[in-house]
């Protein structure tokens, strides 16, 4: 089965984190690894992903100093082992 990287960048989105989180872990393909990567937000949005993270072994959390959604992004890159890559944004529509 093939393995699908999720790269969630977060930056100030401790209102929509939750539901994002949710949609990605209940998605039915369940051979993925979910990469958030925390781009030095000073909200709860680090917490919120620390109690997602040990619930879900397949949430890895990088924290990096702000460099914008792009720099975040590029982190999650390096950082995927997904034969498939998938850049999420948690916002409302």
Known sequence: MKKISIII???NVEKY??????SVINQTWKNIEIICVNDGSPDNS???LESYAAKDPRIKIINRPN???SAARNTGLTN????????WIPMTI
């Open 9 to 11: 960048p977060i930056y």
């Open 17 to 22: 984190l939750p539901k994002c989180l949710d």
């Open 46 to 48: 680090s917490a919120i």
């Open 67 to 69: 460099g914008g959604i």
């Open 80 to 87: 995927a082992t997904g034969d498939y890559i998938f850049s």
